[in-house]
């Protein structure tokens, strides 16, 4: 498996490891820890246009950033060209150098809203999002699926379509809609998406270890992969896969995501948050399945602090001193949700 820098547009990524948008948990934080241990490129968590539009207050959260974020890329859902076309070039996504199109998204009420992985049924409206976007004069990447049914797909023909609109990049799932996020990954339909484009092609789906990543490499001949929900049990992947050296622990990271997300968000989306990590993070993990429900009962900050020395402080032979807690001092400018109004 080649791991290597990655020219997208005018950028060169310092790698072609990438972090899949997940809603609920590509907040800021995650993204910063994805990049401090090597992810060439995050994304934030899916966005909708039309609730943009409307100055939806949830959906703007998802859009905070700072400077010390290294590449801003955002991901956008929506089925209007002229929404979308609008919303890429408005002031609310002005910081983001990187816009991705969400034509993957398998889940029913977003398919029925003819968004998603139905812009993969309607080639002509898809391309039309696509110009209208280019136009913001962002870098423009699409993510899309293998096809809509299993016996019937397309990945080739709607990546040719991609990049004769203008993308700059295409992230294949490798599976159709109709197999949602089960079954076999379709490395053929990936190859041969790769082989009809001369824009880079990023291969997702299915990869849950660093051999699932460099099979998915070998097998599509693909530019680059994107990793989804297994970097949440194990965001130690990135550096697995690049090379990058990290001398923190799982309970390290999980310490200095507790005080970046502390520093930007109030504490009801922190723990929350942080809950939903840390159970990612006991996964597979010998003698944690206690710790559950103390987990989710947690009602501050300090009773989370605790308890996650408590469940990870065993991969640590040198248990890191208090102080370390507060090494991280937040991004360095404030958020724009206020204290308990987030």
Known sequence: MEIRPLRLGGLLLPSNVFMAPLAGYTCYPFRMMAYELGAGLCFTEMASANALKYQDRAN???????????????QLLGGIPAVMEQM????????????D?????????VFK???????MLDQPRAAAIIRGCKKSGKIITVKCRTGIQSNAMFAAEFARMCQDAGADLVTIHGRSRSMMYDGSCCYEEIAQAKSAVSIPVIANGGIFSAEDARLMMERTGADGVMIARYALENPFIF????????????LQLLLDQLELTSSCYDETFTLAYMKKLASYGMKRRKGTKQYKQMLFRCGSREELEELLYRIFAGDDQSTPPAAALHKNQGPGSQSPYPQGRN
Do not use: Y
Request: overall charge neutral.
């Open 60 to 74: 703007r959260r998802l859009l905070f950033t700072t400077g010390q974020e290294p590449v801003k890329a955002v």
């Open 88 to 99: 890429a070039a408005s002031e609310l996504l002005k910081d983001f150098a990187v816009l």
């Open 239 to 250: 550096s697995q896969l690049t090379g990058t050296p990290v001398e923190k622990t799982t």
């Open 113 to 119: 809203s003819g968004e998603g992985s139905a812009l």
């Open 101 to 109: 199109i969400n034509m993957g998204c398998p889940v029913p009420n």
